[in-house]
């Protein structure tokens, strides 16, 4: 029998994956291959992929990840995908010949996703179904509801109204040929609001062929409503597929127990298996040219002054145009954490209790499935934010939370202390597990030179043994603190309550580095990186682990709890702040995140801990930009004391570790000039820059 489909769709702009609102808003929220690698790893039904970004400007913008592809565009782009993709797939974007059908084919797709061209040339749809086959040509419809509750389908992304109903395009489309139709919602698109089943009924009233319907999901139960009530062949998503864990087997289950057969579930791949494959000798090709190339003497042919690269902030906070994390300017050069901090500030406080009270409900079903005495795992560090997170799911909530401690043998003494303290404040049960200290030694050194990130092993050991601990325990809900890409750089909206899962941790923490890489490298075996291996999918699947962020459900303001840790609980501040930023209580856990780990990200792209804290502050207030970009020239370029702490833990030179990490600079940042590394420096009353600072 022919299935009803559920399709992620995929949009792409200028090489990043991004999420969409009512076609105007645009986030970057990753990696367009390891997003694929997940779909397979899932047996997805089918897959579609748009391109809505420029045409050769396809970048992804951080040289220090793993999974990379070679050139400037959408074609470059699929030919990484279609090696990490075994599932049907539609791609679109651009398409304005013959010959784009036929290119895109040959690269691997299955089928192509025409939109504004077959507006354009009334014989296009045809002339391709007649070379091609109409199983290969389906038109995507962009249709928004008009004020008087009639819709017409709009072309140019969305932006010019063509006069045409829907139902009569989609009719049009049918008698020229095209195999399937792919119908979105305009006013739908990113507002979780659920399908807009009238529309699509119009639609599947109108033609024979098959319609697909996308826009507006916001839960797993959404899925069902485009089958059932609009009638459509498929139900297709952007967003939600993003957020969560296993988001692709759990809306199918959700859709199967709705009463839709699907093709039914089923974990694992025999085509590509969830940890990443590397090749042994590339990999150590790649390291020993790395070690080669800082070993060569710098070019002696320095640049002109005119061609140091160009570097734009946003105009609101000052983070910076090329960043170490996903981020995107509006049209009024404001960047979308500024946007996202505005909406933040706009949740009203109902809003807000209704969400502890959601977040309450979660956790309460999740012990419903566990048979531990604890209700949930709370992932801490010893720092403010642990102490906030025990202190709501405790003091306030009442629940009585299992307490995890990655130890990566770095804390500050006063963080030491801060965590010695935990479990004799909330008294609650702790577990702390430390590495042997070889061991992080050897990673340390290691992900120095293979990606310029000597804190590899603590972003994923903090991001990986909670969650073992919690399948160990058979505890389901895990709570983390503050969703940082979305304070940072407005990666999500504030409805999207995005939640920890395995393809997060693995692009975003650990650079697309999984345990495996390092296994054979300096000795390490796999019992070695046992710390480091996250629970398998079945696992996840049937104890039904969700790592939620707590800044999603409570008002999240660090200056503003961390006052309430000192007075409630003693909570310690060192009386100095860290060489790198104007804050005391940033990661005392670790001396080297905003020290040596810190510096890195500032040789890389050319900014720092200290941009970090002040586009934060700038946002609730505390800063003016004019303060933020003096203090951004005091504390960026610093090179930190911890610095020697660090070399004589792993047995480096500095010479060594500044040769090294010179060829991690990013030529869109940095310049030689005059046998100086120099990049522009903010300009205190606009987005862009003027001088030069070495």
Known sequence: MIYPRLIPVLLLKNGLLVRSQNFATHQFIGNPMSTIERYSQWNVDEIIVLDIGDPDGHDLRRDDLQQQYAGRSFLDVLSEITKVCFMPLAVGGRIRSLDDFAVRLRAGADKCVVNTQAIIDSKFVTDAAQMFGSQCIVVSIDAKRL???????????????????????????????????FLNSIDRDGTGEGYDCELIRDVTAAVNIPVIACGGVGRYEDFA???KDGGANAAAAANIFHFFELSYPLAKEEAIRSGIELRPNRLGSRWIQREPVYCHEDESNRIESRLRESETPLPSDNCDPQSIPDVTWCRRCTYPSLSAVPIEFDGNGVCMGCRMAEKRDAISPDIWASRRHELCKIIELGRLRSNSKY?????VSGGKDSYFQVHIKKQELGFNPLLVTYHGNNYTPTGWRNLARMQQVFDVDHIVVRPPIETLIKLNRLGFIVMGDMNWHAHMGITTFPVRVAAEYQIPILIWGEHGYTDLSGQFSMNDLPEMSYRDRLEH??????????????????EDLTYWKYPDDTTLMEIGIRGLYLGNYVNWDANKHTQR?????GFDVPETP????YRHVSNLDDMHENGVHDYLKFIKFGYGRCTDHCCKDIRSGRLTRNEAVELIRQYDPIKPRDLARWLAYVGMSEDEFDHIADTFRDPRVWALLQ???????????SGTAHSIDG
């Open 225 to 227: 409503s485009a089958i």
């Open 375 to 379: 209700d949930c795992v709370i992932p």
């Open 147 to 181: 004020e008087d509750g009639h819709y017409e389908v709009y072309s140019h992304d969305a932006k010019l109204p063509t006069g045409m109903t829907p139902a009569e395009w989609a009719g049009q489309c049918e008698r020229a040929g095209c195999g399937e139709i």
């Open 578 to 581: 860290f060489d790198r930023t």
């Open 565 to 569: 840790m000192i007075d409630l609980y």
């Open 675 to 685: 046998d100086r590394w120099v990049r522009r420096e903010i300009n205190a009353s």
């Open 509 to 526: 923490f650990g650079r697309g580095y999984e345990w495996n890489y390092f296994v054979g490298r300096e000795g390490l075996t796999s």
